[in-house]
């Protein structure tokens, strides 16, 4: 502790010179969570470090004889310096403004050495480096070269993580949206594309070729996918089908490969890593995604990002995390990608987190996420990236704001598990994610009148409120610890033909306002009553009848929960599989509420439901 605080001392008088060497001309962005904005002032790039041997006793040579697995040990946890080399500026760069400037543009403050020291003293020991190159292209005039200022900057930072003993991920982020290019109904535009990819990266490796090769590169982040599409530069939408991103996203993976090896010295057999489709587990999963060829052996890993349930991790939704179905879904998603390190390649998770509250701190069960998480990453040999804009790490300041969730980072960074058997902390792992679900399992029984079950069908309120801000079990797996606090439910066991009501209760959150989703839905429904057809009776907002818009309809998007949509923004057209009482599908809605900005207390449909042979 006594370190953290000479260390957040040293970042404070950092930023007050920085401040007073140059002005302020940041803008906001969506998530700007920083407290201090300022512009890059001048700094000499220094010296390339990691040379011979690393601080943490691993020599270069016993470094290059590793494989991805057996470096990925080594990796521990990191976290991402996100908001700040990947913000974007490139319309202000072909005004003129000096690429470095863009660093606090999206709220971050200049990135030092004591930042640096500051978040391996948390516990990180791999730092990945979102970049925005295109901040320092000319590209629309076909002239791909990096500005030197760029590359100068990031290389300082850099030289920060590696003279912290951090291993360091370098990438091409979101960029703004160049890889549409990819997806472009002109070939010209796709083969410009393919050559501004290849420029930029054979830039990359040349000026970081003699650097250590806990240095690696990543060859996109999360482009890889139908977003190869994107209009933003190209101004119209691409053309490439989801079978065609997946072959193009495996050609760009393919070139950047043989790329990075073609440069040779270092890069002959860097660690590379390699994106998954969208970055995303399932989708990567998928046997048309392929990971590379290379000619350096076992030196490769594979790149996806975890934000599930983004309810939960990326929206001010859900307020609680831990019920069975929660460590179900992320024990399994986890497991899935064993399907890559049994084939010998490396996982890099670049990045996952817990959004942090508007106006607040940490999401409640934050800690135990991250936990169950990290145990699993423990359990596969998993190298995990937490994505974090000064929210947990206050970079300005160099303080934390939580330290119960800090200290899930300390106590599994590379000094605590130094000396430790592998298995040891594997076997760990695995004993506290059973305990965690034992115990999930066990407050659920108790604090649940109607808990999940395969044996029964139970009809439920799906919601979200306008803001996003309040939710109930939004989904057809029926969940009712997936919800925020206070809400009280009344749900009931469906047991054939018959008139039933469930409620929502929302006096016990505050005010809700207006209606982003909600649904009434039948868990096993089509597997006990295949068929069925839910006929509303009565809806009721807030004590009062209210007149529906439309004509409700049965359906499934699942074949396993039966669901009749009140409002859901996003069915453009109502399934020809779609079921009504009487058959007439002419006023079917799947906006049946249209409550505008009203506040919603309570929410009570009562419907029968009609079996079918």
Excluded at 35 to 47: F, G, I, M, R
Excluded at 353 to 376: C, I, R
Excluded at 413 to 437: C, F, H, N, S, T
């Amino acid at each position: 502790m006594k370190k953290r605080k000479i260390a957040s001392f040293l970042v404070a008088l950092s930023v007050i010179a920085s401040t007073l060497l140059s002005g302020c001309g940041a803008k906001e962005t969506p998530d700007n969570t920083s407290d201090t904005t300022v512009s890059a002032t001048e700094a000499p790039v220094t010296e390339a470090t990691g040379g011979d041997d690393n601080a943490s006793g691993i020599s270069e040579d016993e470094l290059k004889a590793m494989s991805a697995l057996e470096v990925s040990k080594l990796m521990g946890n990191g976290t991402n310096l996100g908001n700040t080399m990947e913000a974007y500026g490139h319309p202000d760069y072909l005004k003129g403004v000096d690429p470095r400037n863009f660093e606090t543009a999206w709220g971050q403050p200049i990135t030092t050495q004591e930042i640096i020291d500051g978040m391996k003293d948390l516990g990180f020991d791999t730092l990945r480096i979102p970049v925005a190159w295109t901040n320092g292209m000319n590209f629309e005039s076909g002239d791909y070269t990096i500005d030197s200022r760029l590359l100068d900057r990031v290389e300082e930072i850099v030289n920060y993580a590696l003279n912290a003993d951090m291993f360091v991920v370098i990438n091409d982020h979101w960029d703004g949206g160049w890889w549409g290019m990819f997806g472009s109904a002109d070939e010209a535009v796709r083969q410009q594309a393919m050559d501004m990819y290849k420029a930029m990266w054979t830039q990359i490796a040349e000026r970081f070729g003699d650097y250590s090769y806990k240095v690696i590169f990543e060859s996109a982040n999360e482009e890889l996918c139908e977003r190869l599409n994107d209009s933003d530069i190209t101004g119209s939408k691409g053309v490439l089908n989801v079978n065609e991103c997946y072959e193009k996203t495996n050609e760009i993976n393919s070139e950047f490969v043989k790329l990075i090896r073609s440069t040779g010295g270092k890069n002959a057999d860097r660690f590379l890593l390699i994106a998954g489709y969208n970055t995303d587990i399932q989708r990567t999963c998928d046997e048309r995604y392929k990971m590379p060829e290379d000619t350096a052996k076992d030196k490769l890993f594979l790149s996806v990002h975890y934000y599930t349930p983004w309810d939960y991790c990326g929206t001010d939704a859900l307020q609680s995390w831990g019920s069975p179905t929660d460590l179900d879904e992320q024990n399994g998603l986890l497991e899935m990608l064993t399907k890559f390190t049994d084939q010998g390649y490396g996982i890099i998770i670049g990045e996952y987190a817990v959004m942090k509250e508007k106006g607040s701190g940490q999401k409640p069960d934050t800690d135990k996420f991250y936990t169950n998480f990290l145990n699993n990453c423990d359990l596969y040999n998993y190298c995990p990236l937490l994505w974090d804009c000064s929210s947990l790490y206050k970079r300005s300041s160099g303080i934390v704001s939580d330290e119960t969730v800090a200290a899930v980072f300390k106590d599994r960074d590379a000094d605590a598990e130094a000396g430790r058997d592998y298995a040891d902390i594997q076997a760990e792992a695995k004993a506290e994610i059973d305990a965690l679900y034992e115990k999930a399992n066990e407050e659920m029984m108790e604090n649940i009148s109607l808990p999940p079950s395969d044996d029964m069908a139970i009809a439920w309120s799906m919601f979200t409120s306008g803001d996003w801000g309040v939710g109930y079990s939004a989904g057809d797996l029926y969940d009712p610890t997936n919800m925020t606090q206070g809400i009280k439910a009344t749900n009931v066991k469906v047991t054939g033909d018959g008139t039933y009501t469930v409620s929502l209760d929302l006096t016990g959150v505050g005010t809700v306002k207006g209606i982003a989703f909600s649904a009434l839905g039948i868990s096993n429904g089509e597997k006990f009553f295949p068929n069925s057809i839910v006929d509303i009776k009565e809806i009721r907002i807030n004590g009062e009848a209210y007149t529906p818009a439309g004509d409700d309809y049965t359906s499934s998007d699942d074949g396993k929960c039966t669901r009749v949509n009140l409002y859901n923004q996003w069915v453009s057209k109502i399934p020809e599989e779609a079921r009504i009482l009487g058959g007439d599908l002419t006023n079917a809605t799947a906006k049946l509420l249209d409550v505008g900005n009203q506040n919603i207390e309570t929410i009570e449909v009562t419907f029968d439901f009609i079996t079918q042979q």
